[in-house]
């Protein structure tokens, strides 16, 4: 305790995430390991929860799905606190995605994690003053981004993945976008795209590539950027595609590295899905903040994934 009572460790508990079944097995955890637990109730309070906690508590922890992360995640950068607070992730939703990119594997090892696991600083992702870790998405896979297990969207390939949603929505409308990326550090000018895409994909500690794993390298200060055009749709739809067509710009596919872009929708208000929190805008600026957040990595994380692998955890 701080020396007017305020907890040194606090976890933001979402009692509702993923079955709601986590919530005594955390709560265990929890006191074991010293927290002082705050369950959440309604809308906007895991982040008022963080928010509060942060500028006191050396550590706030998250126990909850990609959202609750999320939420805990703006409540410290609202604090001004992501110098001086640890983050900790307890996976306990239906969409685990960052953590399983960080590499915690569920309830207990999570823990584990926080108690003796690595400290690393990641880079955030920023759209419009919200903070993102893991991704950001736009077009019909936000509406549907909650309804494909994370189980499956953490084994698929972005090729995998679309086609995967195209079939489990059935109908879509295209967007027509605008998406300016910044200069990057290795010589990589500014560039922009024009046209009509099915999807954006912005991924930060996600990438969606059909690499050889799912987590990006987020200590680099880039967002890999993914653009679906619309030609895709029919040739996804009938079958066409082809394993390892992601891995670089084709007649349907853009992809870029940048420290920087913004998208312009030419026709009205798009729905973004911030790890899973939405939010509807004509344009949207997103940037990294390199190295913003110190966050309790598990063995499986790698600085940079292409570099090493990891072969005991099922990760090639």
């Given at each position: 305790?701080?020396?007017?009572?305020?907890?040194?460790?606090?976890?933001?508990?979402?009692?509702?995430?993923?079955?709601?079944?986590?919530?005594?097995?955390?709560?265990?955890?929890?006191?074991?390991?010293?927290?002082?637990?705050?369950?959440?109730?309604?809308?906007?309070?895991?982040?008022?929860?963080?928010?509060?906690?942060?500028?006191?508590?050396?550590?706030?922890?998250?126990?909850?799905?990609?959202?609750?992360?999320?939420?805990?995640?703006?409540?410290?950068?609202?604090?001004?606190?992501?110098?001086?607070?640890?983050?900790?992730?307890?996976?306990?939703?239906?969409?685990?995605?960052?953590?399983?990119?960080?590499?915690?594997?569920?309830?207990?090892?999570?823990?584990?994690?926080?108690?003796?696991?690595?400290?690393?600083?990641?880079?955030?992702?920023?759209?419009?003053?919200?903070?993102?870790?893991?991704?950001?998405?736009?077009?019909?896979?936000?509406?549907?981004?909650?309804?494909?297990?994370?189980?499956?969207?953490?084994?698929?390939?972005v090729l995998a993945y679309v086609k995967n949603?195209?079939?489990?929505?059935?109908?879509?409308?295209?967007?027509?976008?605008?998406?300016?990326?910044?200069?990057?550090?290795?010589?990589?000018?500014?560039?922009?795209?024009?046209?009509?895409?099915?999807?954006?994909?912005?991924?930060?500690?996600?990438?969606?590539?059909?690499?050889?794993?799912?987590?990006?390298?987020?200590?680099?200060?880039?967002?890999?950027?993914?653009?679906?055009?619309?030609?895709?749709?029919?040739?996804?739809?009938?079958?066409?595609?082809?394993?390892?067509?992601?891995?670089?710009?084709?007649?349907?596919?853009?992809?870029?590295?940048?420290?920087?872009?913004?998208?312009?929708?030419?026709?009205?208000?798009?729905?973004?899905?911030?790890?899973?929190?939405?939010?509807?805008?004509?344009?949207?600026?997103?940037?990294?903040?390199?190295?913003?957040?110190?966050?309790?990595?598990?063995?499986?994380?790698?600085?940079?994934?292409?570099?090493?692998?990891?072969?005991?955890?099922?990760?090639?």
């Amino acid at each position: 305790m701080g020396s007017d009572g305020a907890s040194d460790r606090v976890l933001v508990l979402n009692p509702v995430s993923g079955s709601g079944d986590h919530v005594d097995e955390v709560v265990e955890l929890a006191t074991d390991r010293g927290f002082e637990i705050r369950k959440t109730e309604e809308s906007g309070d895991a982040t008022r929860l963080a928010r509060e906690a942060a500028p006191e508590a050396d550590l706030v922890a998250a126990a909850g799905g990609d959202g609750t992360i999320n939420a805990v995640t703006n409540g410290v950068a609202a604090a001004d606190a992501l110098e001086s607070t640890t983050v900790g992730v307890v996976p306990a939703g239906t969409g685990n995605n960052f953590a399983a990119n960080i590499g915690v594997r569920g309830l207990e090892h999570a823990f584990d994690v926080i108690e003796d696991g690595r400290r690393r600083r990641i880079d955030i992702g920023v759209a419009n003053d919200r903070v993102f870790v893991n991704s950001c998405v736009g077009g019909i896979t936000a509406a549907a981004s909650g309804e494909t297990s994370s189980e499956s969207k953490a084994e698929l390939g972005v090729l995998a993945y679309v086609k995967n949603t195209i079939e489990m929505v059935g109908e879509f409308d295209s967007l027509p976008l605008r998406v300016t990326t910044a200069t990057g550090p290795n010589g990589e000018r500014a560039r922009a795209w024009e046209g009509e895409a099915l999807f954006v994909l912005i991924g930060n500690c996600r990438r969606f590539t059909g690499a050889r794993t799912a987590q990006a390298d987020v200590e680099d200060g880039l967002l890999e950027v993914t653009i679906v055009e619309d030609t895709a749709a029919m040739n996804l739809l009938g079958g066409a595609a082809r394993k390892g067509l992601f891995d670089g710009d084709s007649d349907c596919i853009v992809t870029r590295r940048t420290p920087a872009l913004e998208i312009e929708s030419r026709e009205g208000a798009v729905e973004y899905s911030l790890d899973g929190e939405m939010l509807e805008t004509e344009t949207l600026h997103l940037e990294t903040e390199a190295s913003a957040l110190e966050i309790a990595v598990g063995d499986e994380y790698r600085i940079d994934p292409d570099d090493e692998e990891v072969t005991n955890g099922g990760i090639v």
